[in-house]
């Protein structure tokens, strides 16, 4: 058995979601899973005031609910990144608000923004980010430890979420020492360590073989269904298949959201 398949076997103690959809008469089913995401109106626009200011965004209006995962998609430029960046409290909408587990982002401080950032929200980057100077499991326990709890405790959640993704025994290592796709399985352990409830990733299966992709899609799902949130960005629409539905955007405007077919 692979590390990976180790890993898996490992969340399958995890419990399903204490919230099911409820059916309301024959057809209607209403979902009162809590909504941990809210995105209203959102706008952002990156250099304002300069003499070619970018739309990024343009009036998104998003839910996403506890046990939901979502994909997002759309061509290259149509904002996905912007609206995971605002969505995680990375960067603020220049209108609009967004709303994660009950607290409004806009209104908060930057040192609260980064608070609520390091307790609620896992993130994957398009771009790893890992911290060169630091081996795999001291980039894993780096949130933790900002949290504030002790650094035994963060290495041995480090350790866990490490093996969560099949790189248990590349703990050591930094991240230069390690192939492309062995970096983001650590920057996958890194948003999924501790109990983080919405986890955002942006294209993280683009630098892993479609084995490995799957094993990662297999493991956000397992931490969405075990009560977490989380917004998905692909161009692949083979893990888009792992989403409860699937949000288009097109030149910053949400041009479909809709159950992924067959679900
Ligand atoms: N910091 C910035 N300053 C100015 N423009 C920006 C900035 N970041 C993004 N943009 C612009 O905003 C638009 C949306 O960019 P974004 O990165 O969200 O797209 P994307 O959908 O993630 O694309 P890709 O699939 O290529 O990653 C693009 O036109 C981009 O050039
Ligand atoms: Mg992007």
């Known amino acids: 058995m692979s590390d990976v398949q180790r890993g898996f076997e490992d969340m399958s103690s995890i419990d399903t979601p204490a919230t099911e959809p409820v059916a309301v008469g ?19 626009v990156h250099g304002q005031g300069t003499a070619v ?13 506890v046990g939901e995962l979502v994909a997002v998609m759309g061509p290259s430029g149509s904002g996905k990144s912007t609206l995971l960046h605002v969505a995680g409290g990375l960067d603020k909408p220049t209108s609009g ?10 209104g908060l401080s930057v040192k609260s923004r980064a608070a609520l950032r390091r307790r609620s929200v896992g993130y994957v980057f398009q771009d790893l980010n890992l911290v060169p100077a630091l081996t795999a499991v001291e980039n894993v326990m ?11 405790q963060a290495r ?13 025994d590349l703990a050591d290592r930094f991240p230069e020492e390690m192939s492309g796709g ?14 983080r ?10 630098a892993l073989d479609s084995l490995t992709g799957e094993a990662i899609m297999r493991l956000l799902r397992a931490r969405v269904d075990a009560g977490a949130a989380g917004l998905l960005v692909t161009h692949d629409s083979q893990h888009a298949a792992w989403a ?16 992924f077919p067959g679900r």
Do not use: F, Y
């Open 53 to 65: 200011p970018v739309h990024a965004l343009n009036g998104v209006s998003l839910e996403v609910r």
């Open 182 to 195: 062995q970096q983001q399985r650590v920057a996958i352990a890194r948003a999924l360590v501790g109990p």
């Open 142 to 152: 780096l949130p933790r430890e900002l949290d504030g709890i002790g650094t035994r």
């Open 197 to 206: 409830r919405l986890v955002l990733a942006d294209e993280p299966t683009g």
């Open 244 to 259: 409860d539905r699937v949000v288009l955007l097109r030149d910053g405007k949400v041009s479909d959201d809709a159950p």
């Open 156 to 168: 041995k959640e480090a350790r866990a979420a490490l093996s969560e993704v099949g790189v248990e």
């Open 97 to 106: 608000d967004v709303v994660v587990d009950g607290v409004s982002i806009g």
């Open 26 to 44: 024959s057809e209607q089913t209403e979902d009162r899973r809590p909504v941990l995401l809210r995105l209203e109106e959102v706008a952002r």
